[in-house]
């Protein structure tokens, strides 16, 4: 291929991902899917190899890309197959996160796979949001081992019905599933439709031509890192069980073209949830050099293929079963991205940021008794600042990129009113380049409420980097009492929870 046959044949292959996509958020009926954005859909060729992915969540898919090999090469598949699974140590990455995968054959022979991951905000928890300070798998819902849904395009309704079964609201969940089986019909068709246009040979070309080019990319990315060993340490606040200050410990060994990314040293697998099978590790880790990467790097195997992960098993970062995990995707993922970044910081201080706000401040809720309901959302926060500007106020950063729910969803669909959605201003760390404020949201509940919080950055500050200063440290209050960072309890009508989420670090000394 040559370079414009390249870049179209990569371009189509994202269409196919972006079209998944709008199937899946339009047809969805959650909010959590819906409103907030919260899935991510993606192609890969026929051993698990990512091939594309849109734009969505990038610890969906930093942790699809990691465990699809092994997912795929399990079993023999069949035209019109549909597998299901949410398995954190099967190639999920927590019970809210279900993932549909789908093979694509033409003429007989299978070329690849579709698969979509959408977060669903209940899974069966006791706890309602399905995001519980828990301590072990089970606690956190039903645990969905790779299964036929759809066995040669027949359903199998026992599986299907036990899963919605399990939930609270059986028709919204019925919905949501069904949208996600419809993403992957599209992509099926589609993908189907380019391998037959373009020939099975052609098509396999144009995969190896794709990823000899991200790899040379990244290749010219990772040699531009000066050989050395570079360390760094961050910390968790806790882990909801009454562990505090959990190092997460990176050593980075750069040689030319390769990189190794070292964990050891890190927090041993915890009692709490913020443990992480190693897929979500490797997420992290992964969207930190793509960071790095030109824009137009692909998004496929070759842009990471010289990117070697060691983690020891049976530390918090590659925890073994039946460690609990649900924060471990959504909080202990963006202080492994902090960690990266700080330890590459030191060899290219003026391409890397200060930390953000380091918390996707998750936010569960819902109620235990009739008429039951259930919601989670993920709040931004601040940016951290660089030396090419500061640091945007009130946004999702790093492993997370899904919306806000609006004022209006939020009250139209549940017992709640929202009092106050605005900037944390001067929350920022001061520098020539300050960080991003976060942002404060406050709720009244108008029901009583089952409610969760599982947050960082309320011990340790987000940190400046080249003598910037660190960021405000985020706070959690019911009523102006201060709570901690990771907490169930049970909200009266009338009471009010206010989560200030943390400001981003600066870049060098304000002048």
């Known amino acids: 291929m040559d370079a414009i046959e390249l870049s179209l044949f990569a371009s189509r292959m994202e269409a196919v991902c972006e079209e998944m996509g709008a199937v899946l958020q339009r047809a969805a009926l959650s909010p959590n899917i819906r ?28 942790s699809m890309a990691y465990a699809m090999g092994d997912i795929v090469g399990a079993r023999d598949w069949r035209e ?55 301590r072990r798998l089970e606690e956190e819902g039903l645990v969905i081992a790779p299964t036929l849904v759809v066995d040669a395009g027949e359903p199998v309704s026992e599986t299907f019905e036990g899963i919605i079964g399990a939930t609270r609201s059986p028709h919204q969940s019925r919905g949501d599933f069904a949208a996600q089986l ?71 060994r750069s040689r030319g ?27 992290a880790v992964i969207y930190v050099f793509r960071c790095l990467m030109p824009d137009t790097t692909p998004a496929c195997a070759g842009s990471f293929a010289d990117i070697e992960l060691q983690v020891p098993e049976g530390c918090m970062l590659n925890a073994r079963r039946p460690a609990a995990v649900a924060a471990g995707n959504v909080e202990t993922s963006g202080r492994v991205v902090d960690a990266v970044m700080g330890a590459l910081a030191r060899a290219l201080p003026d391409q890397l940021a200060a930390a953000s706000h380091g918390s996707m401040n998750n936010l569960a809720m819902g109620a235990l008794e009739a008429p039951l309901w259930d919601y989670y959302e993920t709040m931004g926060g601040g940016m951290g600042a660089g030396a090419e500007g500061g640091g945007l106020d009130a946004v999702q950063t790093h492993m997370t990129n899904t919306l806000n729910t609006p004022v209006e969803v939020l009250e139209m669909n549940f017992p709640l009113r929202v009092h106050r959605y605005c900037i944390r ?21 108008l029901r009583e409420t089952s409610v969760t919080l599982l947050t960082e950055r309320r011990r340790h500050a987000p940190w400046g980097l080249a003598g910037g200063a660190d960021g405000t440290r985020g706070e959690n209050h019911l009523d102006g009492k201060v709570l901690p960072p990771k907490i169930q309890l049970r909200a009266q009508p009338g009471q009010r929870l206010t989560i200030a989420s943390a400001g981003g670090g600066g870049w060098k000394p304000a002048q």
């Open 257 to 283: 073209a390769h990189v190794t990314v070292d964990f050891e040293g890190s927090a041993a697998q915890t009692e709490g949830n913020v443990n992480c099978p190693l897929s979500v590790t490797a997420a």
């Open 80 to 134: 019109g197959d549909v597998l299901i699974l949410n398995d954190p140590f099967l190639g999920g990455t927590h019970l809210p996160d279900v993932t549909l995968v789908s093979p694509v054959f033409v003429a007989g022979h299978c070329t690849g796979f579709v698969a979509n991951r959408a977060h669903h905000a209940d899974i069966g928890c006791e706890s309602p949001g399905s995001m519980p300070v828990s």
């Open 35 to 62: 409103d907030r954005l919260d899935f991510s859909c993606a192609v890969f060729d026929a051993e698990g190899a990512l091939c594309a992915q849109a734009a969505h969540i990038p610890v969906h898919l930093g």
């Open 425 to 445: 201003r001067g929350s920022g760390g001061q520098g020539l380049r300050r960080g991003g404020d976060g942002i404060v949201r406050e709720l009244e509940f």
């Open 182 to 252: 419809s993403a992957n019909r599209v992509g099926v068709q589609r993908l189907a439709e380019l391998v037959s246009r373009m020939g099975a040979g052609q098509y396999e070309d144009g995969l190896t031509a794709l990823n000899g080019y991200a790899r040379r990319l990244a290749g010219d990315t990772l040699a531009g890192i000066p050989d050395g060993d570079y360390s760094f340490t961050d910390w968790l606040d806790d882990d909801g069980a009454g562990n505090r200050d959990l190092p997460v410990r990176v050593r980075i």
